[in-house]
């Protein structure tokens, strides 16, 4: 009795937990639960394939530029109206790689002929200087604080035709602000 009522318990626990899987696993999936059309799949690689940020970059005939090449030409189809000038790569949680999607892709225009400047507005926790090897000390918020001009900001990278400008570390006091107690 103990032994099926056991199996009984194991199925039904398997049930429910499948039951409320929230995780999106396929394509299907997805079509389902976003109501919009799919522009593509980034796929993932095992680590020894190399840093998956420079993928489209030094491994043209790769999967993963191959998936951003793809994106590229499904974003230019859709906006053909209007062209891009601007597209903002986000999420909701840090480490779910805003980075490497976005030097994938930028690579992707760059290789297509467009001129891309690359962007690292998160003023909190920056990445995109470290993927260049590049220093960090001034950057967007240095501008955004009238302390700096653009045009010093940009720097060139080793992909054609790509330029950066990272976020820059900013101190309370180059703000000129101090905490407000009430």
């Known amino acids: 009795m103990s032994f099926i009522l056991g199996i009984c318990l194991g199925l039904i626990s398997g049930f429910i937990r499948e039951g409320t ?28 394939a190399g840093n998956y940020a420079f993928q489209t970059a030094d491994h043209s005939d790769s999967m993963v530029a191959h998936a951003f090449r793809s994106l590229r030409n499904n974003l230019m189809v859709v906006t053909q109206q209007k062209p891009l000038k601007v597209l903002n790569v ?73 330029q950066v400008i990272t976020s820059g570390r900013l101190r309370r006091t180059q703000l000129n602000c101090c905490p407000v107690t009430i």
Do not use: C, W
């Open 90 to 162: 986000t999420s909701t949680d840090a480490s779910e790689g805003k980075s490497s999607t976005t030097i994938n892709l930028a690579t992707a225009f760059t290789q297509a002929g467009k001129k891309v400047l690359l962007i690292d507005a998160d003023l909190r926790r920056p990445t995109l200087h470290k993927h260049f090897g590049l220093d960090n000390t001034k950057g967007l918020g240095n501008y955004l604080a009238g302390m700096d001009k653009l045009e010093p900001l940009i720097r060139p990278t080793r992909i054609p035709g790509l």
């Open 21 to 48: 899987d929230a995780t999106i696993k396929n394509r299907d999936m997805l079509a389902r639960v976003l109501p919009l059309p799919l522009l593509g799949i980034a796929p993932a690689i095992n680590r020894k």
